[in-house]
């Protein structure tokens, strides 16, 4: 991913206002960020726990997107997979995150969601940077096959939510 400036970033956000959008806390000084370590920049609001957001290249241009992460379940009995990376985790530490469709559909309060990785670490853990809890199934894909995966369940959740725009 190329490099973004706070600028860039703010400015990316199709699913809320420009207000909510300057009132994002981002995760670290954009100089900070390991941007060739990167297939999209995800992060929770540690201001507000249940907000993330989304930013990536899409289609020939930045796209970020505002979010809502469903509280955690205690249970960490049973897993689940990020829909995103692939990666089975204990069932708290996937996160149902949801975020208004861009457009018409999103003022109209239509939201789309997807469980991902609570931390939404998902290029660390494709990397292997990041370790799950939970034992792994054995893949025979590449790495480079892995994030090519990721950044194609990327871009279809971030099309459906462009759908009406």
């Known amino acids: 991913m190329d490099p973004l400036g706070q600028d860039e970033i703010r400015a990316s956000f199709v699913n809320c206002t420009r207000g909510e959008a300057k009132g994002v ?13 990167r297939e999209f920049l995800g992060w929770r609001d540690p201001k507000a726990p249940g907000r993330a ?11 970020g997107l505002a979010l809502r992460a469903a509280p955690a379940p205690k249970s960490r009995l049973r897993s689940n997979i990020c829909g995103f990376c692939t990666t089975t985790h204990g069932l708290a530490d996937v996160t149902l995150f949801s975020g208004k ?41 590449t790495l480079e096959e892995r994030l090519a995966r990721l950044e194609e369940k990327l871009h279809k ?9």
């Open 25 to 37: 806390t981002l995760p670290a000084r954009p100089e900070e960020i390991p941007w060739a370590k």
């Open 53 to 63: 957001y989304l930013v990536l290249p899409f289609g020939g241009e930045v796209i």
């Open 101 to 141: 469709r861009a457009g018409k559909l999103g003022r109209e309060g239509n939201t789309l969601g997807i469980y991902a990785c609570g931390n939404l670490g998902c290029c660390q853990y494709v990397r292997g940077e990041l370790k799950s809890d939970v034992p792994q199934p054995f893949e025979t894909l």
């Open 157 to 165: 959740f971030v099309a459906r939510v462009l759908e009406s725009r």
